[in-house]
């Protein structure tokens, strides 16, 4: 199996396809930002949303636990995160094999060294729609 090199990897905005990026629009109450609807993400699976400020590619991702919304960017190299392969709670970096819990961040696959965790947001379902509040504050930035 021939794996391709690590520069596309670590690339700033996710190509259109898989993932492809969702224009979000603020909830009239300010509650969070309207993503989706609930439809499209059952249909796509993820959704990459990219928002303006702070400058942020988030991953939505629906599971049988629930939705959930991380950085698009994994904290071990900068890979993206939306090619990843999620599996209960957790989704696993391409890149890397890295396995991080979808609602703590935390790294649950390295044993040794230290991975900072990936930045989460809370997501829900309202309404038939998704939508998610971005902390306001630092995101994790590669190692």
Same mark, same amino acid.
């Given at each position: 199996m021939h794996l391709p090199l690590l520069a596309p990897w670590r690339r700033q905005? &996710?190509?259109?396809?898989?993932?492809?990026? @969702?224009?979000?629009?603020? #909830?009239?109450d300010g509650e969070g930002?309207? *993503?989706?609807? *609930?439809?499209?993400? !059952?249909?796509?699976?993820?959704?990459? #949303?990219?928002? &303006?400020?702070p400058a942020l590619d988030v991953l939505v991702v629906k599971? @049988?636990?629930?939705?959930?919304a991380v !950085?698009?960017?994994c904290p071990h190299l900068g @890979?993206?995160?939306e090619t990843g392969l999620v599996r209960a709670q957790t989704i696993t970096c391409a @890149?890397?094999?890295?396995?991080?819990?979808?609602?703590?961040?935390?790294? *649950?696959?390295?044993r040794r060294g230290r991975t900072p965790p990936l930045?989460?947001?809370?997501?829900?379902?309202?309404?038939?729609r998704v939508l998610l509040t971005v902390p306001s504050g630092q995101?994790?930035?590669?190692?």
């Open positions: 905005r &996710p190509r259109p396809g898989f993932g492809d990026s @969702a224009e979000p629009e603020v #909830v009239p930002l309207d *993503v989706c609807s *609930v439809a499209e993400l !059952d249909r796509r699976g993820r959704v990459v #949303v990219s928002l &303006p400020d599971t @049988a636990k629930g939705v959930y !950085d698009n960017c @890979a993206a995160l @890149a890397h094999s890295l396995r991080f819990d979808l609602g703590s961040g935390r790294c *649950v696959s390295q930045t989460t947001m809370r997501a829900w379902i309202a309404e038939g995101r994790t930035l590669p190692a």
